[in-house]
């Protein structure tokens, strides 16, 4: 793994999960200052962290997970933070007529049993417009089954359930019952 790899993944804790843990101040959308997440991250001794890695970083993650301000004084991840206070900017919008949301045969046993695809310990549950990027997010737990589920979004809105994206496209709601599930993908077998 290359080091920018593995920053990113540190950056991702950080503006996601635990900004407290390397000192950092983070305002109530998530944004904390980039001269002081590139000081604390250096004075930290476990990468060595200069704006113009940072602005690459950003660049180059294939989800779009981070957003700098113009001018780079200011940065935050768009989504999927365990935060409590953490408020993150969404766009209220009616959504597209379906949504896909990337998960394993196993989680997809639990969403049975619950009834709903809950948020977990995020803000939100987290869709795609792009049936190939919710792949993407299925694919991500490794030795497990991926699947994808295909959410009848346009219903979902109709019956009055909020929907909300971010900047990088993703499309957020608070939890999503069983009975807006239109299909159950599984991936085909090489």
């Not at 635990?18 to 200052?33: C, E, K, N, Y």
């Not at 219903?155 to 239109?182: A, I, K, Q």
Request: proline content about 5%; some cysteine.
């Amino acid at each position: 793994m290359k080091k920018n790899d593995k920053f990113s993944m540190y950056l991702s804790f950080l503006l996601r999960h635990q900004p407290w843990s390397a000192g950092l101040d983070m305002d109530r959308h998530g944004w904390v200052s980039v001269e002081q997440l590139i000081r604390q991250v250096n004075a930290g001794g476990r990468y060595h962290i200069t704006l113009e890695e940072l602005q690459q970083i950003v660049a180059e993650d294939r989800k779009g997970r981070y957003r700098l301000s113009p001018g780079a004084e200011r940065i935050k991840a768009c989504q999927g933070h365990s935060i409590p206070w953490v408020e993150p900017e969404l766009e209220y919008l009616p959504p597209p007529a379906y949504l896909y949301h990337g998960t394993t045969a196993a989680a997809l046993e639990e969403i049975r049993k619950s009834g709903a695809i809950l948020r977990m310990e995020r803000h939100a549950v987290h869709m795609q417009a792009e049936e190939k990027k919710a792949w993407q997010s299925a694919r991500r737990w490794r030795k497990q089954v991926p699947v994808v589920l295909k959410i009848d979004a346009e219903r979902m809105h109709r019956d009055g359930l909020c929907f909300g994206r971010t900047e990088n496209d993703v499309w957020c709601t608070e939890r999503v019952p069983t009975s807006y599930l239109s299909e159950v993908l599984y991936q085909p077998q090489a």
